[in-house]
């Protein structure tokens, strides 16, 4: 009996178990796959994502591995830099292939003591009062008391759970792969600055050693996205397109990926839940689905656990839709906008001068990054001061960063006045007093994932709130 089975150890279902592992839950992780995926679809993290890596002690071995670039250039690929000053210790992007980023998230669930079992695919399951009874493709049973599906867009779990699943389909489709050519990089980047003019959804970009990364439009109505695109299709796109197929040869490897948008209806039914792509789908402009991922994981992972630890209020669990649920629809919007923008038509192409001379402006420039990284989120907590709701930025403490205070997915009362005490709450929220930290208000409490739960200097009004987050308290 296992507390929660994972469906899926793409980088939802990773961070979610090492999330999980932080509060001693017992987490299996079933992955359909033998191998880990090797092809490349991810270009960055965002800041968000960034730093909740760093508040959970993540980001060293993510730095070693990834490039740090400049955070602006992201909506709709319009070239802007991103405005001074933007409200994080961490305002870059770093540029990490996903393949990397899912082998980090899930050697650290394993040191956690996450199990991961590859080759089992998710094949059915059954729930009851008590726990789901997951059913793997070779018959296997396996029980646990909650089940979350973070198995990618085509998600099993969504699919047998009926939830509604309501979008637009794709409307094209773009071939993506890494190959070597067969000219002067000097010809290549002549004519690839030629086409780009026009034409957002085509590159080639060296990578080293004569490889080249290349992206062209699929053609149309041609293909199964099942199946990986050939060589041949790449050619002909190219020569279609570039009037040339630059002699490319020896492809590395070859993927496809579409503009199908949409979200589930839900994300919870009892005790199965959704996670990542499972949950949402959109295409890829802008870099964000594995953000948002990641991002539902770590506002899952305290609340599932505090849920099977019997600790969580009422609602508690269900605050994870609530929460999570309008971030992907803006997250959506956001996508089709962006991929309004890269039309070719004269009308798109208009609205995208226009807009890019909007961007000029600091407030568009800032109000659009802030949404792509992530870092304008602001949940529902009700009426208050306008950081109530919205995550904490790393600021200096006297024990040296916030975030290194995160690392064990706890709560923390971070107290100016050094007058008001966690109380029956200690054993889940820690407590820092710290007259000197660089904070707009006298108290704050954060909720393991970094977001403001609470402003104050009244010892009532914060244990109303740490009973509203965290349960009662211990006797
Ligand atoms: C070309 C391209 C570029 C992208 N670039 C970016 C980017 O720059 N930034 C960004 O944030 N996002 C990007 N994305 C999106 C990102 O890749 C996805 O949003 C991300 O992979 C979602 O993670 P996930 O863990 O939810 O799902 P997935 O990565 O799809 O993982 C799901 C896992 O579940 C497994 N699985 C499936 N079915 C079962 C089953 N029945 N039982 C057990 N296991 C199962 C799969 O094998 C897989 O390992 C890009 C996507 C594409 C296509």
Redesign the pocket.
């Known amino acids: 009996m296992f507390d929660v089975i994972i469906?899926?150890?793409?980088?939802?279902?990773a961070m979610l178990a090492a999330e999980l592992r932080l509060h001693d839950v017992r987490v299996l992780v079933?992955?359909?796959?033998t191998e880990p995926?090797s092809f490349v679809?991810?270009?960055?993290?965002?800041i968000r994502s960034i730093e909740l890596m760093a508040m959970r002690g993540l980001l060293e071995r993510i730095l070693e591995r990834g490039r740090q670039r400049p955070a602006g250039g992201f909506f709709a690929a319009i070239n802007k830099p991103a405005p001074e000053g933007l409200d994080s210790a961490h305002a870059y992007l770093l540029g990490i292939p996903?393949p990397v980023i899912v082998h980090l998230l899930e050697e650290r669930a394993i040191e956690l003591g996450a199990q991961v079992r590859r080759g089992?695919?998710?094949?059915g399951f059954e729930q009851d009062d008590d726990g789901v009874t997951v059913e793997l493709a070779d018959g296997e049973q396996l029980r646990s008391r909650y089940l979350v599906g973070?198995?990618?867009?085509?998600?099993?779990?969504r699919k047998l759970l009926g939830v509604g699943f309501p979008g637009e389909p794709s409307r094209s489709e773009?071939l993506?792969g890494e190959m070597e050519v067969g000219v002067p990089q000097e010809e290549v980047a002549a004519k690839v600055t030629e086409i780009c003019e026009t034409d957002k959804r085509f590159s080639l970009r060296p990578f080293g050693g004569g490889v080249y990364r290349v992206v062209v439009p699929a053609a149309a109505g041609v293909g199964d996205r099942a199946e990986p695109p050939t060589l041949e299709d790449f050619q002909q796109q190219l020569r279609a397109i570039a009037g040339t197929d630059f002699g490319v040869h020896s492809p590395r490897w070859l993927?496809r990926?579409g503009d199908a948008t949409r979200l589930a209806e839900r994300y919870r039914v009892e005790r199965v839940l959704l996670?990542?792509?499972?949950a949402h789908i959109h295409p890829?402009i802008g870099?964000?689905?594995?953000?948002?991922?990641v991002q539902d994981a770590v506002n899952l992972g305290w609340k599932l656990a505090a849920q099977i630890r019997g600790r969580a209020p009422e609602t508690l669990l269900d605050t994870y839709q609530a929460e999570r649920h309008p971030v992907a629809e803006d997250v959506l919007d956001n996508t089709r906008a962006q991929m309004e923008l890269l039309s070719t038509e004269p009308g798109p192409q208009a609205v995208r001068r226009l807009l890019t001379e909007l961007m000029d402006f600091d407030e568009v420039n800032r109000h659009l990054i802030e949404k792509i990284t992530a870092i304008g989120i602001r949940y529902d907590f009700g009426e208050g001061p306008d950081l109530l709701g919205r995550r904490l930025r790393d600021i200096d403490v006297k024990q040296g960063h916030l975030y290194g205070l995160l690392h064990r997915g706890r709560g923390l009362l971070l107290d100016r006045t050094e007058r008001l005490s966690v109380g029956g709450w200690s054993d889940r929220v820690d407590y820092l007093a710290d007259p000197t930290a660089a904070l707009d208000a006298p108290c704050v409490l954060l909720r393991p994932d970094g977001h403001v739960a609470w402003i104050g200097d009244d010892q009532q009004d914060l244990d109303d709130h740490l009973s509203r987050w965290f349960g009662q308290p211990a006797n």
């Not at 870099?287 to 991922?293: A, F, H, P, S």
């Open positions: 469906a899926g150890c793409g980088p939802t279902g079933l992955e359909k796959d995926v679809r991810i270009v960055g993290l965002h996903q089992c695919a998710v094949a973070c198995d990618g867009g085509r998600s099993t779990v773009t993506m993927s990926f996670a990542g792509d499972a890829p870099g964000q689905g594995l953000n948002l991922g």
